[in-house]
């Protein structure tokens, strides 16, 4: 069985239709079946897109002050992003 394939087979229209909405929000006009007409840049546009609703990265940002100076603060931001 190929890594990326569907495990569930009641989840293969789920998909497709995650697939056409994450399409429409980037602006890429898909149809159903063969899409080889798209460039790289759309196709990969839409998988992108999937990939950021899937896993959405969150911004922390945390104030600290500096132990050898004090009334210093430095703020540092962390992405934090889930991986499967």
């Not at 697939?19 to 079946?33: C, F, T």
């Not at 798209?38 to 600290?64: D, E, H, W, Y």
């Amino acid at each position: 069985m190929a890594k990326n394939s569907i495990l569930v087979p009641q989840a293969k229209e789920a998909m497709e239709r995650f697939k056409m909405e994450s399409a429409a929000e980037v602006g890429v006009n898909l149809k159903n079946g063969y899409n080889g007409e798209l460039t790289s840049k759309q196709a990969g546009s839409v998988g992108g897109q999937m990939v950021k609703n899937i896993c959405p990265v969150r911004t922390m940002i945390f104030n600290r002050n500096y132990r050898w100076v004090d009334g210093h603060k430095k703020a540092f931001t962390y992405n934090v992003g889930i991986i499967a």
